[in-house]
């Protein structure tokens, strides 16, 4: 199947600062990606839908200038957590939805975030 | 919107014995279903899905789910499992977009 990585796996920072995350398409192309938060033993959160070229599309209460999202080419995705919280320690996890396919969505492996 | 209940938080059970896990969507339309599992410290995978058609539906490792439409239900099964099925299982729905709603997971620890 196809492959998405996320970068970084596993990341601590101090509060008040940011957090970059990158979701790459390593061999297709994503016009529309999407960001999931995971809480331990809590299913996965839609965040925001990423689409290229374009605005980023957030759910009902996540914070848009909280959770930067770029989605500038057809193979990346960034998530940048601005003014990081320790509530905002979390697992983060990209998925891209091929093109080609007609549903199907390919996960990152995701990305561990703690705020001191 | 659409809602997704898994009924089993955590099942464990012991090697060679079925598995059944249940998942109900609250979404009248048209659905597409996923079942999607998750090794220990490795990505989400999908493991089978229904678009159409036959309602029983076979996926990779020996797993298999049934539609049934007018239960809005989508369980998933496995005759036998094995110590290497330990995993989070996640069902998952699509409706008229493409953002899929995931339940809240079931752990399944398979004891040898």
């Known amino acids: 199947g196809a492959v998405v990585s996320q970068h970084p796996s596993r990341v601590i920072c101090k509060s008040g600062t940011s957090v970059k995350i990158e979701c790459r398409s390593l061999d297709f192309q994503a016009t529309t990606m999407f960001w999931y938060r995971q809480f331990p033993k809590k299913s996965l959160m839609l965040m925001a839908t990423?689409?290229?070229?374009?605005?980023?599309?957030?759910e009902q209460g996540v914070e848009k200038d909280k959770f930067l999202i770029n989605h500038a080419s057809l193979t990346l995705s960034t998530l940048t957590v601005t003014s990081a919280h320790p509530e905002d320690s979390s697992f983060y996890i990209c998925s891209a939805r091929d093109r080609e396919n007609t549903g199907e969505l390919f996960f990152g492996e995701g990305s561990r975030l703690t705020v001191l | 919107a659409q809602s997704v209940s898994q009924h089993n938080h955590h099942v464990i059970l012991s090697e060679a014995a079925s598995l059944e896990l249940g998942c109900n969507y609250s979404y009248g339309g048209t659905v597409n279903l996923f079942w999607y599992v998750q090794y220990p410290g490795q990505h989400l995978q999908l493991l089978l899905k229904?678009?159409?058609?036959?309602?029983l539906v076979k996926g990779i490792k020996g797993f298999e789910a049934e539609f049934i439409k007018s239960k809005f239900s989508f369980k998933l099964r496995k005759p036998s499992v094995q110590w290497s099925d330990t995993a989070e299982y996640f069902c998952a729905v699509k409706a008229n977009d493409y953002k899929l709603s995931f339940g809240a997971g079931t752990t399944v620890t398979v004891r040898a």
């Open positions: 229904y678009f159409s058609g036959d309602p």
């Open positions: 990423s689409n290229e070229g374009s605005k980023a599309t957030y």
